[in-house]
């Protein structure tokens, strides 16, 4: 063993290593499945990528022996640490973006009539014992119309008394601020019932959260409340087979929906608490409506969207890498480069101005009041560019750091990429995982 690896300081380090990998692979060993549902393991999954990035830099470092003495062991070990986060990165993307939750959807999820009953039985305090009316949904079609609206077509049915004349569905739809239940579809009776389906054409308003876009999910609840008193909507499974939540059943299999993926349907039951009785004689004000919710769960399908927005941003960081080529203090290579400070510092401005106009053009596709994901891809090129007007000033100034003169510009070229792919992976931990 050479005498450098007998270093206390080397063996100190190896062992901050070592630890760091094995709670890295221990924390790896719990995430289960993470394609299919990561929200359980968001907190393994952050130990995971942080405790192995560190750790395989350690590693790195402690193979490479990066120093100013060994330039292009130092130029390796930036490319490893770019790599590492980058490889980092794309993990949480692939798990976040391929894994879908129940969590969004309201109220209890049923999948069968024993769920079902039990949902009843444990608020039989809050609904009493209604009349149940099954109720079932097939979606056609599924169009998002603007940030928060989204519109739907497809059939509902009900199962009702036959001797109820049913010209109109017992269902009401608080969330649509267009169209609705339309023409009757068909009828058929069976013994004293009779099923009825309607075509549904409607539009709803919706709250959805873009904050994680293009890596967002998004639940589409189609609402419904019972229009006579003492009744209750329920699901009909009946019409159905087996329900699980993944067969996306209730939906058409050929649904075009262009940038989004279905990843689940299923039917919740829940009561609104609206504080009013509207007005309806022998109804409490504290009553509590009960609601059957319809909800399709939908994944962007967040590859297209993601290289739209990164190819022109990698360009652009790509073009600001390579001014920091000419930044120098050698007259002769000044001439040759054409390197002046204000040449540089207007090229920074240019490209400033370009990726404001790509934020703009984001803000106004994802119409979000909050800030998205993507947006921390501009926020770091803002703090790199702004980084790099700085590094030229600096070499033209009166004053200037060794560190930043170092071999020529040196420093500021090998922690470029390292604190570019740092800070995408420090917010991705953050948005995704902690």
Known sequence: MPPASRNPRTIAVGAVVAALLVVAIVAAAGLGNPLNDFTPYRGRGAITVICGVLGLTGAAALLLRPSPARPDHLAWFSAIVSTLCVLATVFVWICVGTGHSLKDVPGSPVSDRRQMAAYLATHEKELGRPQQIPTG???????????????????????????????????????????????????????????????????????????????????????????????????????YPPWHPDEKLGMYPGLVTGEWEPQFTTYSLDH???????????????????????????????????????????????????????????????????????????????????????????????????????????????????????????????????????????????????????????TTVGVFLL
């Not at 269902?171 to 579809?185: R, S």
Request: charged share 20%.
């Open 137 to 239: 949904v097939m979606i056609e079609t599924l169009q998002f119309t603007e940030a928060n609206n989204v519109k739907l077509t497809g059939y509902v049915w009900q199962h009702l008394p036959a001797s109820d004349p049913a010209d109109k569905p017992q269902i009401e739809l608080p969330d649509a601020v267009d169209g609705g239940i339309t023409d009757e579809f068909f009828r058929d009776r069976d013994g004293d019932r009779q099923v009825i389906g309607w075509k549904l054409r409607v539009t709803l308003r919706e709250h959805f959260d873009y904050g994680h876009y293009p890596l967002d999910k998004q639940a589409v609840w189609l609402v419904m409340w019972p229009r006579a008193t003492n009744t209750v909507l329920v699901p009909d499974f009946s019409a």
């Open 272 to 426: 609104a608490q609206e504080r009013t009785n509207y007005g309806r004689p022998g109804t409490r004000i504290d009553g509590q409506i009960p609601e059957l919710t319809f909800s399709a769960g939908l994944g962007r399908e967040f590859l297209s969207p993601l290289l739209d927005r990164l190819v022109p941003l990698g360009v652009i960081a790509m073009l600001v890498f390579g001014s920091l080529f000419v930044v120098t203090t050698d007259s002769d290579r000044r001439t040759l480069s054409g390197f002046s400070t204000w040449a540089v510092i207007g090229f920074c401005g240019s490209m400033m101005l370009v990726v404001s106009v790509q934020h703009s053009s984001l803000r106004s596709a994802t119409g979000s009041t909050g800030v998205v994901y993507a947006e921390y891809f501009y926020f770091i090129l803002y703090v790199v560019i702004g980084l790099v007007a700085l590094n030229v000033v600096e070499h033209t100034s009166a004053k200037r750091f060794p560190l930043v003169d170092w071999r020529g510009n040196a420093a500021a070229r090998l922690l470029y990429w390292p604190v570019i792919t740092v800070l995408l992976l420090a």
